[in-house]
């Protein structure tokens, strides 16, 4: 059975770090990355690591400020936010795609996390 597993949320202050991680169960993946929405909002694209050479892509939103990795084994994949603002509340999803696509959009994931509350304060 295929599971994917984050952990990390919770509630900060503008301008501090959060970090997330998302473990994958049951097979390997060649994309994982991360949407996240809001309340009365669509899920967003936030950050991707892709099948070649971990090639990372990130919503303009989030540029210079999260940064996305994963492990050697390519099961586990975080997200270290930082300079967090109050508009970066939501839910985090954990996102994983089988094929070797160049993009990370919604219709294309195979696998959702159960999602992850990020609470930032101002």
């Known amino acids: 059975q295929v599971r994917l597993v984050e952990s990390g949320g919770g509630l900060v202050q503008a301008g501090g770090s959060l970090r997330l991680s998302c473990a994958a169960s049951?097979?390997?993946?060649?994309?994982m990355g991360w949407f996240r929405q809001a309340p009365g909002k669509e899920r967003e694209f936030v950050a991707g690591?892709?099948?070649?050479?971990?090639?990372?892509l990130y919503a303009d939103s989030v540029k210079g400020r999260f940064t996305v990795s994963r492990d050697n084994t390519k099961t586990t994949v975080f997200l270290q936010m930082g300079s967090l603002k109050p508009e970066d509340t939501a839910v985090y999803y954990c996102?994983?795609?089988?094929?070797?696509?160049?993009?990370?959009?919604?219709?294309?994931?195979?696998?959702w996390g159960q999602g992850t509350q990020v609470t930032v304060s101002s």
């Open positions: 690591i892709m099948w070649n050479d971990d090639k990372t």
């Open positions: 996102a994983a795609q089988v094929g070797r696509r160049s993009i990370m959009v919604g219709p294309l994931i195979d696998y």
């Open positions: 049951g097979r390997t993946f060649s994309n």
